[in-house]
């Protein structure tokens, strides 16, 4: 069979200057579970092939005659171009439609209306079973994986979108239970590959001529004694918007990043995703602003913050962009970390900057945009009128709530 995964993203990222942007802030990467799957699939003697909208293009015409299933990998604020994207397969050709990912996961009542079939969870050992037509429900429930040096390593040779750093994740999970955290609960329990097994991944992407690799762990500190024996930490992520934060607390934090040296700085709002505890708080509280799932990116405030207002907390994001990549770390990362790093700091500083420009922009004059909307929003809608779903669960069995709720760590 033909087997095509696309990995879809929204509008906006997938505009040129936006993909120009990506590319400064870091080398193209992919998700891995199109690749994991993908290669699965292909071992299994298929030809299989794996797009990814945010890093290039996709011939979507050819595709459309010669695909017999198209696989979709569905986060949350990718999932309305997944769902446009699955109604037009369905118009334009005969192909079987499935997805899987964190949202459909969540939601999967909501994808199934545009998908004929879905995994829930981890897909690795149904993936096989559903394509060749041996697992006929419409949501199939995956099964986690115990053993995780049983995963086979992403098979990057189907990837046909750029790419340029290979992602390597040595753990699944988390051992904490932060209220708006996704992954912890997708991917439960906490599992952690053996060193061999990452040391062995890693030399083969140094063989196949990889310059770049990005541990992508969701907390790649939860064992700081094997984390310290895989390699230093690196991207410093921090969460802006907790109830507990007021605006100096996320300055001190952001303050923190630089003060290590960190190379990056991943700020993240607080983005209430369905199937999380903050998510229901938050959704029968009347605490949501919006129920478009494309603002759902971590970059976007969709919910009534507890300390200020949401485009204040919108301008702590900016403002924490600017003050870690302001003018003079440049010339710092560059001491560091050599040149190149110095010079690419440089150009994603000024593309930043653009950026908040734009947005600032936007807030002031462009009535019609997100920006403009949050900066004059004095109070959120009530749930009832958004049509948000109040509750959403993850369906997996195992992924239910039985662990204590921790705070961030
Ligand atoms: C690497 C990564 C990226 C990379 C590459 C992703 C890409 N090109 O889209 C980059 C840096 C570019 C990125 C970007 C973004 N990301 Co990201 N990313 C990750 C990260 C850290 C690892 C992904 C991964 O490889 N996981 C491991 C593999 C094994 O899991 P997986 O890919 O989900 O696949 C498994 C299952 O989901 C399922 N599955 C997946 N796809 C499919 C498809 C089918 C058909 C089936 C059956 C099953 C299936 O089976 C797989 C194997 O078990 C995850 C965190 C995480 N732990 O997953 C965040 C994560 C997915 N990203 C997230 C976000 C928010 C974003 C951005 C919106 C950030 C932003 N502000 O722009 C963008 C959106 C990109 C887009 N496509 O629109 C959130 C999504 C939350 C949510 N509930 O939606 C996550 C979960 C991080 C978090 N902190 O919560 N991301
Ligand atoms: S520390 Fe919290 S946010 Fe980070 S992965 Fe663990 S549970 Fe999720």
């Known amino acids: 069979m033909n087997i095509v995964f696309i990995t879809p993203t929204t509008a906006l990222k997938r505009f040129p200057g936006y993909r120009l942007a990506g590319k400064l802030y870091g080398q193209p990467n992919s998700i891995t579970g199109p690749l994991i799957l993908g290669g699965i699939l ?10 990814e909208e945010l890093n290039g293009s996709v011939p979507y015409r050819r595709l459309f005659k010669t695909t017999d299933v198209f696989c979709i990998s569905v986060m949350t604020s990718n999932a309305p171009r997944g769902y446009e994207l699955a109604d037009l397969i369905h118009e334009k050709s005969d192909a079987r439609v499935i997805m899987g990912g964190m949202h459909v996961t969540t939601l999967p009542e909501e994808g199934i209306r545009h998908a004929d079939q879905i995994i829930t969870g981890e897909g690795e050992k149904v993936i096989l079973d559903v394509v060749e037509g041996r697992r006929t429900e419409k949501i199939v429930e995956g099964i986690p994986i115990k053993n ?6 992403p098979d990057y040779s189907i990837l046909k979108t750029p790419c340029e750093a290979a992602n390597v994740i040595s753990t699944r999970g988390c051992p904490y239970r932060c209220t708006f955290c996704t992954t912890s609960r997708m991917f439960a329990p906490y599992r952690q590959r053996s060193i061999d097994n990452v ?10 001529g990889f310059r770049y690799m990005n541990f992508e762990d969701d907390n790649f500190t939860a064992d700081k004694e094997r984390a310290k024996e895989i390699c230093r930490r690196m991207i410093a992520s921090v969460v802006l918007g907790l109830d507990a934060d007021k605006k100096e607390d996320i300055r001190r934090n952001v303050q923190f990043a630089k003060n290590i040296g960190a190379y990056q700085l991943q700020p993240a709002i607080l983005t209430p995703y369905p199937g999380t505890p903050v998510y229901e708080q938050m959704a029968k509280s009347g605490r949501m ?19 200020m207002s949401p485009w204040e907390l919108q301008e702590e994001f900016y403002r924490a962009g600017a003050y870690f990549y302001d003018a003079e770390s440049p010339d710092e990362i560059g001491k560091v970390f050599g040149k190149e790093y110095g010079k690419r700091r440089k150009r994603f500083g000024r593309m930043a900057r653009l950026g908040v420009w734009g947005a600032h922009f936007c807030s002031k004059h462009i009535k019609a945009s997100i920006y403009y909307k949050l900066r004059n929003c004095d109070r959120p809608e009530p749930a009832s009128k958004l049509h948000i779903p109040l509750t959403a669960h993850f369906t997996p069995t195992h992924c239910r709530e039985n662990a ?5 760590v």
């Open 289 to 307: 602003l919006t129920g478009d799932w494309a603002r759902f990116d971590m970059m976007n405030v969709v919910f009534q913050p507890k300390n």
């Open 199 to 208: 040391i062995g991944e890693i030399r083969m992407y140094k063989r196949m």
């Open 404 to 408: 204590t709720i921790n705070q961030p």
């Open 42 to 51: 292909k071992k299994a003697g298929h030809h299989v092939e794996v797009y």
């Open 148 to 153: 995780l040096d049983e995963v086979p390593w």
